[in-house]
């Protein structure tokens, strides 16, 4: 009988706001929104979860999470530096499984049906 398939889904949640606040270790605790500016149409592309109590969403515009929580830290989109991040995170799941289905910058698919003989049973 054929082993069953086993594929484990990786979400690296509020991936931006974790990024910067890697980097900024103060920003850790506060609510952080990246995405557009305030002063124009722009939209949240995520947010910490310190700003999600607030009511604070992806793709909410600026201005009214600016309403929501005028404390927040709002930063502009850092793309290279959340790519870079992207790179070392899939080269490390890839480490444990080489079928791996990356479909976003911070989601991907792993089929660990063969780990169990290489690292035991969960």
């Known amino acids: 009988m054929a ?3 086993n594929i484990l889904h990786c979400d690296l949640d509020a991936f931006f706001a974790s ?25 949240v ?13 992806s793709a909410m515009p600026t201005a009214q ?18 790519l870079e991040i992207s790179k070392q995170v899939f080269s490390i799941l890839s ?4 079928i791996m289905e990356v479909i976003s910058i911070d989601e991907a698919f792993l089929d660990i049906s063969g780990c169990s003989s290489l690292y035991g049973s969960p």
């Open 95 to 98: 480490r444990y499984s080489p």
């Open 3 to 5: 082993e069953p398939t």
């Open 65 to 82: 999470a600016y309403r929501l929580c005028p404390q927040s830290v709002f930063l502009p989109v850092n793309m290279p530096r959340y």
């Open 19 to 43: 990024v910067e606040q890697l980097d900024n270790p103060s920003l850790r605790g506060k609510p952080v929104v990246v995405g557009g500016s305030i002063h124009s149409r722009g939209v």
């Open 45 to 57: 592309s995520t947010c910490s979860y310190e700003a999600r109590k607030f009511g604070i969403r």
